[in-house]
């Protein structure tokens, strides 16, 4: 059932807060919420902006098994400067999903190897949440140019913001630089979008992402 942000934040037009204001409504009225990280540059952004307004604030990851070893240490990198501990939900290991599957199911059928490793993890990430925050920008992909700052997912049953909607490429780099964030080493080798290692390449926006191919969103965000 579809719902209307007015009336989780009474009159406030929403697109007009700030990324730091949208995080603080999020706290504020909503008594459970969880920031989603994928190790990409706006969730360092995110991981930094969040616990400075509450550090005991909830974050969690979706462990695929088959993530770049860029991101398992950026994952170390943020726990060690932070002090925190990540929630991890998990898809299959390699050898258990070969078993039931096959082998190399991101080649055969990409879509339900997302919906093993991504999908049934995220599900099981919202449960019992009446929110979560995602790093989702406009600019990333067509898919996303109509994403509102803090709206209601409809799909999952809860509210999801999306702080840095508005922000450019450029917005997330200055603050990056402005505040020394540790960052997906990745990114400076041309990887603007980083998910799995079998399906992610260097490219623009989500150029990179299941290349070859017409899928341009694992799903957690369609």
Not at 30 to 55: G, I, T
Not at 180 to 204: D, F, K, M, Q
């Amino acid at each position: 059932m579809e719902r209307d942000v007015t009336e989780l934040l009474g009159t406030t037009d929403v697109e007009l807060l700030s990324a730091g204001e949208v995080i603080d409504a999020a706290l504020e009225h909503l008594p459970s919420v969880a920031l989603a990280c994928s190790f990409q540059k706006e969730e360092s952004v995110l991981v930094d902006m969040l616990l400075e307004r509450e550090p005991k604030a909830r974050i969690f990851t979706l462990d695929t098994h088959v993530l770049f070893p860029e991101s398992y240490e950026l994952w170390r990198d943020l726990e060690r400067r932070y002090g925190i501990r990540l929630e991890v939900y998990e898809g299959p290991s390699l050898g258990r999903q070969a078993a039931t599957h096959g082998e190399a199911l991101w080649e055969r059928n990409p879509d339900l190897c997302c919906s093993i490793r991504k999908l049934a993890p995220l599900a099981a990430a919202l449960q019992g949440l009446d929110g979560w925050i995602t790093g989702v920008r406009r600019d990333q992909a067509p898919s996303r140019a109509s994403t509102p700052k803090l709206g209601w997912d409809d799909r999952h049953e809860l509210w999801k913001a999306s702080p840095l909607a508005d922000w450019s490429d450029d917005d997330v780099w200055a603050y990056l630089r402005e505040r020394e964030l540790p960052v997906n080493p990745l990114h400076a080798r041309g990887y603007a979008s980083i998910g799995c290692t079998h399906c992610t390449a260097p490219g623009t926006g989500r150029d990179g992402r299941w290349t070859g191919s017409s899928k341009t969103e694992c799903g957690l965000h369609a």
